[in-house]
């Protein structure tokens, strides 16, 4: 879903009359793909055909406007749980980005978590397939990524 229709939909609710209880939204995503599309640049969290993936990392609060640290309670969450997996990685192994990963995929079914972590191995292959393939089978290799993608997305990895 693009960030357009996600706002669309959160005008949309808010103007029926539903609260935003009510509304289901997609889980926060660091990926952001760029995609052409008509000659035109769009950038979206879903996969498309031949899409550059572009990691981003979200800013942690506001500093330099007032003096003081300014920090929402999603970053105060995040830095929480940065804190306890440095807290335990002597005994689980994992660091934070582990970690959190292992959190958001706890809920999921044995068999979606056996297929994460699969596509957890493919998905860099499949990217780098696409970076080394020729002209010819250029369009193969960003085919079989892009169902690779949206699976990944699909079951909430």
């Known amino acids: 879903m693009t960030y357009l229709r996600l706002f669309t939909s959160l005008i949309v609710v808010l103007f029926s009359g539903l609260s935003l209880a ?9 990926t952001v793909f760029k995609c052409q599309s008509g000659g035109k ?14 990691d981003v990392e979200p ?3 506001l500093n330099k ?15 929480h749980r940065e804190n306890v997996a440095a807290a335990i990685q ?9 970690f959190g990963t292992f959190g958001r995929r706890r809920n999921l079914s044995i068999e979606a978590q056996k297929e994460c972590k699969k596509l957890d191995v493919k ?4 990217e780098q397939e696409e970076k080394q393939a020729k002209p010819e089978a250029l369009a193969k290799s ?14 909430k990895c």
């Open 41 to 54: 640049v769009l950038y979206s969290d879903s996969p498309c055909l031949g899409a550059q993936k572009i």
């Open 22 to 30: 009510d509304v289901t939204l997609p889980t926060p995503s660091r």
């Open 59 to 61: 800013t942690r609060g």
């Open 90 to 98: 002597p005994i689980t192994g994992m660091d934070a980005k582990q």
């Open 65 to 79: 406007s007032t003096g003081r640290e300014l920090l929402g309670s999603d970053v105060r969450q995040e830095q």
């Open 123 to 126: 998905i860099p292959i499949a």
């Open 142 to 155: 960003q085919s079989a990524l892009l169902v690779l993608r949206k699976r990944f997305r699909e079951i």
